[in-house]
């Protein structure tokens, strides 16, 4: 039974080092998707076999994502737009890593993270992963088609700091006379 053990270990180190043999000439795209929040090196090299290194063949970033059937399904007739809540058949294998990617990602303290959680909280966790994996892929396209793109998070507050005063104040109080409230502002001391 050892000795089966043993087997399998030194056939698994094997795989293993022909993975790194194949991967050593994309070292460098993976280390670049490394820096990404939930990406680690295993996950980059799944996302690289599936889409390449030469993101000469999309555009833009709309067009890998369309590729890889992270774009909403919308369909429109007689002028009506409604979305069919699901982005088709596309690459399973890409989709199940950036699924992956986005659930872990969504742990973190991190821009994606707090999109994770405000989507969620809107829509449901389902469709939170597909949205931060789509912006997920937005990234990896972006770090692949420019060599010279750093990837720099953006940060939890971010969402926070982008938040106009203004339309906030107009929001509550239309929000206050639709339930029936006469609102008088007076500034705090």
């Given at each position: 039974?050892?000795?089966r053990?043993?087997?399998?270990?030194a056939?698994?180190?094997?795989?293993d080092?022909q993975?790194?043999?194949?991967l050593?000439?994309f070292a460098?795209?993976?280390?670049?998707?490394?820096e990404i929040?939930?990406?680690?090196p295993?996950?980059?090299?799944?996302?690289?076999?599936?889409i390449?290194?030469d993101m000469s063949h999309?555009?833009?970033?709309?067009?890998?994502?369309?590729w890889?059937?992270?774009?909403?399904?919308?369909?429109?007739?007689?002028g009506?737009?409604?979305?069919?809540?699901?982005?088709?058949?596309?690459n399973?294998?890409?989709?199940r890593?950036?699924?992956?990617?986005?659930?872990?990602?969504?742990?973190?303290?991190?821009?994606?993270?707090?999109r994770?959680?405000?989507?969620?909280r809107?829509?449901?966790?389902?469709?939170?992963?597909?949205?931060?994996g789509?912006?997920?892929?937005?990234?990896?396209w972006h770090l692949?088609?420019?060599?010279?793109?750093q990837?720099?998070?953006?940060?939890?507050?971010?969402f926070?700091?982008?938040?106009?005063p203004d339309?906030?104040?107009?929001?509550?109080?239309r929000h206050?006379e639709a339930?029936?409230?006469?609102?008088?502002?007076?500034?705090?001391?």
């Amino acid at each position: 039974m050892l000795a089966r053990i043993d087997g399998i270990d030194a056939d698994i180190a094997a795989v293993d080092a022909q993975i790194e043999a194949y991967l050593a000439p994309f070292a460098t795209a993976v280390a670049r998707l490394d820096e990404i929040p939930g990406i680690g090196p295993v996950a980059a090299a799944i996302i690289l076999a599936e889409i390449g290194t030469d993101m000469s063949h999309f555009p833009t970033a709309g067009h890998l994502c369309s590729w890889a059937k992270f774009s909403p399904g919308i369909n429109s007739s007689a002028g009506k737009i409604k979305g069919n809540g699901s982005t088709g058949h596309g690459n399973r294998y890409l989709a199940r890593v950036l699924g992956e990617v986005a659930v872990v990602a969504g742990r973190t303290d991190t821009f994606l993270g707090e999109r994770y959680r405000r989507i969620a909280r809107r829509r449901g966790k389902k469709r939170a992963i597909v949205a931060v994996g789509r912006s997920i892929l937005v990234i990896i396209w972006h770090l692949l088609a420019d060599e010279d793109t750093q990837f720099i998070d953006l940060g939890a507050d971010h969402f926070a700091r982008h938040v106009n005063p203004d339309a906030t104040k107009r929001n509550h109080i239309r929000h206050l006379e639709a339930l029936g409230y006469t609102v008088t502002l007076t500034p705090a001391a």
